[in-house]
């Protein structure tokens, strides 16, 4: 057996753990908190709730807020000026993955500086970086759990993947309850998120066994419990959602990512798309192009997405997709590119599959895909 790495932060779970919030922070050296957050958190009441539970520790705050969905270089290095500045020493953030990854890149910046386009890829990052409590609203974008930080490049309108194990927050916080206030579409779109980084993660060229146990329990979590949390919204199914999505997230932080995230990333940087909505679009096709590659594995995520075996590798991981098309249709969700892309934009198309080639994810596909590869998927799922 080769020998592999599995790195997690302490991870606190459980319905009412974000009541413990106070005591991790103070855990951590906290006299002063760099809080971030974005407004939905807080019309939602939850960013009011983290700070008085700081407050009754003891502990002061200073709160920013430039966050948007992707978010930008700028807005990460003016939160690190704003840290700085403000003398804070330990980063907080309650949110979905834009509100992590702003703060996974103001800690970078805080502690290294420069910019933040100068640590894109992987293992740049050379300081370390201030303490850091992530709290998660989602189950699906798995930022509080990982190495991987995705940042948009303004100028060049890419998603910069940061990679690096400094990365990895010293707590995660996953609260279920905090689920409930969320809409339908964010419940959807985060756990087929999730779903993506099981199966990408478990077919990686760099997957272990560790790597591998935590992508398959994920995939079968959710394709039980999503249909069921859509439609009752009970908290059991929630929890279970987000156990699924912690499992699928050690999996793809320690061992990547593959092709269709390289290709999320990069038409999400072109069209400032969110991250969550393009999965069920790419996921199906990515994994019949990765089949002739490793056709063992598929044919281990079609008996768990089928729960049998249909006799050969090779029908058991067509059937396998072909019911995730078929799991994917039943929500309401884009099913095809040129639902969330506009017809006039499909001349860029050639150039966004150019850059994904460069995406550190591809490196880790079954087989790295070729901008013409790229092309063909995205003219297949157009």
């Not at 609260?175 to 779903?195: F, V």
């Not at 079609?302 to 799991?327: H, Y």
Request: glycine residues 6%.
């Amino acid at each position: 057996m080769h020998i592999s790495k599995f790195a997690i932060p302490e991870i606190i779970f459980g319905r009412g753990s974000l009541n413990h919030a106070g005591q991790c922070a103070r855990s951590l050296g906290a006299k002063k908190a760099f809080v971030v957050s974005d407004s939905g958190i807080e019309e939602a009441g939850w960013l009011q709730c983290l700070q008085n539970i700081l407050e009754r520790e003891g502990i002061r705050w200073v709160y920013y807020p430039g966050v948007t969905s992707n978010p930008r270089d700028f807005q990460v290095e003016q939160g690190a000026e704003l840290y700085v500045k403000n003398g804070a020493d330990v980063i907080i953030a309650i949110g979905g993955g834009s509100v992590l990854d702003t703060a996974k890149g103001v800690a970078i910046l805080a502690s290294n500086g420069g910019k933040i386009a100068d640590y894109e890829g992987a293992n740049r990052v050379a300081r370390p970086l201030p303490p850091m409590l992530l709290i998660t609203t989602t189950a699906g974008n798995g930022s509080d759990i990982s190495q991987f930080c995705i940042i948009t490049d303004q100028k060049r309108h890419v998603k910069m993947s940061i990679i690096t194990r400094t990365l990895v927050p010293n707590i995660s916080i996953i609260d279920p309850l905090i689920l409930r206030t969320k809409p339908e579409s964010l419940i959807i779109h985060s756990a087929i998120d999730a779903l993506a980084h099981a199966i990408e993660a478990y077919v990686s060229r760099i997957a272990s066994p560790l790597t591998e146990m935590h992508s398959l329990k994920a995939v079968d979590i959710i394709l039980d419990q999503l249909p069921v949390a859509v439609v009752t919204r009970s908290i059991e199914s929630l929890e279970q959602l987000s156990i699924a999505s912690i499992s699928a997230s050690m999996a793809f932080s320690n061992a990547s990512l593959g092709a269709e995230h390289a290709l999320a990333h990069s038409l999400g940087g072109q069209f400032d798309m969110q991250h969550g909505v393009v999965h069920p679009i790419l996921l199906p096709s990515v994994m019949r192009f990765n089949l002739p590659f490793n056709t063992h594995k598929m044919a281990e995520l079609g008996r768990v997405i089928l729960k049998r075996d249909l006799g050969s590798d090779e029908d058991t991981a067509r059937a396998g997709i072909e019911r995730l098309d078929t799991f994917f249709a039943s929500f309401n969700v884009p099913l095809r590119l040129r639902e969330i892309v506009p017809e006039q934009q499909h001349s860029t198309l050639v150039a966004i599959c150019q850059m994904a080639v460069q995406d550190a994810c591809n490196l880790t596909n079954p087989k790295p895909a070729t901008w013409e590869e790229f092309l063909q998927i995205v003219e297949e799922v157009w």
